[in-house]
């Protein structure tokens, strides 16, 4: 019986090993629910806290990242992930990301910045100091309509540490007004070596600036089956913490 189980979990897990790392290559940590990037940052002398869970077929992820702004132009993001394949331990990531801004995104008018981080996957960076893939990349965005609608691209460059290759980055994401405390949600993100991703949802602010929940259906254009997730997730931005 024991060993029965053993020969339908390793299959399972493989493809969660094989297929995660293909979505952490794509993370640039922005506010949730996107994965595109805007050129925002956390409140000025504070932190903010984003957690979610993205649920696949026989997986899930659970995400925490903190995030601060203790000086007004610089954002530090730490954080890591647990992933499991069928109710067993597969994987633990960590992530740590800066940020800073050239121009700042305001009302009907325009933002860049740039941002650098670094990920670890345990399953693929083994050695005793843990780091895997680092990255870097622009974020662009306009506001239209008195923010109404405000559209975001991001353009980069990833070093994946197992394959030893340089991949081109790149999303294009959008947020839409739909009533004063819902934004509806939709992007597409991918590499120059995969086939994109397709991610739409919705933000929904529980508390105006402070505690947003979250919740989008993604999945891989063309791609594998398995590529397909739900996510849920919250966001508690308070005003000043310094």
């Not at 029965?4 to 952490?24: A, C, E, G, T």
């Not at 990242?65 to 067993?88: H, I, R, V």
């Not at 693929?124 to 893939?133: A, T, W």
């Not at 353009?155 to 290759?165: A, P, R, T, V, Y």
Request: hydrophobic fraction near 40%.
């Amino acid at each position: 019986m024991e060993l029965s189980l053993f020969k339908y979990m390793i299959p399972r897990m493989k493809k969660l090993l094989v297929f995660l790392p293909l979505l952490l290559t794509q993370q640039a940590f922005a506010a949730r629910p996107f994965v595109t990037d805007d050129a925002r940052l956390t409140t000025a002398g504070s932190c903010q806290l984003e957690a979610w869970t993205r649920v696949y077929q026989h997986s899930h992820e659970l995400w925490a990242l903190p995030a601060c702004n203790p000086w007004g132009n610089f954002e530090l993001t730490f954080g890591g992930s647990s992933a499991k394949a069928d109710g067993q331990r597969a994987s633990l990531d960590s992530a740590l990301q800066a940020k800073t801004l050239f121009r700042a995104l305001k009302t009907n008018d325009w933002g860049i910045g740039v941002a650098f981080g670094k990920i670890s996957h345990d399953g693929l960076s083994p050695g005793p100091n843990q780091y895997g893939n680092t990255y870097g990349y622009v974020p662009i965005s306009w506001s239209l309509w008195d923010d109404d609608i405000i559209l975001h691209a991001n353009f980069g460059i990833l070093h994946d540490k197992q394959s030893k290759q340089n991949n081109m980055t790149w999303g294009l994401g959008s947020e839409i007004r739909v009533k004063p405390n819902l934004l509806g949600i939709a992007e597409i993100y991918g590499d120059n070596r995969n086939n994109p991703y397709l991610q739409v949802g919705f933000r929904y602010s529980v508390i105006p600036n402070l505690f947003q929940i979250d919740s989008t259906y993604g999945q891989q254009i063309n791609g594998d089956s398995e590529l397909k997730w739900i996510s849920f997730g919250l966001r508690y931005t308070p005003e000043k913490l310094f």
